[in-house]
């Protein structure tokens, strides 16, 4: 299994936590870990991912963050030229939740811009993240024994 969010050579706390979150459910859905009293909430389901391109160079105004519910046609940003001669949409190709981006102002035509998961689960999906944005309320999962070393 391998874990990828926050940003090369940075700590981000959230990031870490979901990560953790994460690997103890799949640890207690596979029988390693013992399941705790109640059940945890259904995690919604990416069917697939993938990256969206710039069709053209030029400075980006991104419109949207990571975490975003995105829905097909939605402009993700515009990148316009340094001359300001116009700008042209990056749009999203499906419905999905921005799960990469790019943070650098300058793109090149062909760059990947925007990593995007496909999910037919949008309202299960938000209410996950609303939580996440509610630092109180997301809490590490409580483990009810060590796991064994092997």
Do not use: C
């Not at 959230?14 to 596979?30: A, F, K, T």
């Not at 799960?99 to 938000?126: C, D, M, W």
Request: proline share 5%; charged share 25%.
């Amino acid at each position: 299994m391998v874990y990828e969010a926050g940003e090369a050579l940075r700590f981000d706390e959230l990031s870490i936590r979901i990560g953790l979150r994460g690997v103890i459910n799949v640890m207690r859905e596979l029988g390693m870990l013992t399941l705790k009293r109640k059940p945890p909430k259904p995690s919604a389901i990416l069917r697939s991912t993938s990256w969206v391109r710039a069709s053209s160079s030029g400075i980006a105004r991104m419109l949207v963050r990571l975490g975003d519910v995105v829905s097909r046609g939605d402009v993700l940003a515009y990148v316009g030229d340094a001359g300001g001669d116009g700008e042209e949409g990056i749009v999203a190709p499906f419905d999905g939740v921005v799960i990469g981006r790019s943070n650098l102002p300058l793109v090149y035509e062909g760059e990947a811009v925007f990593h995007i998961g496909r999910t037919r689960q949008a309202g299960l999906l938000e209410e996950h993240l609303d939580e996440l944005q509610d630092n109180e309320k997301f809490s590490l999962p409580e483990l009810v024994e060590e796991p064994e070393i092997v």
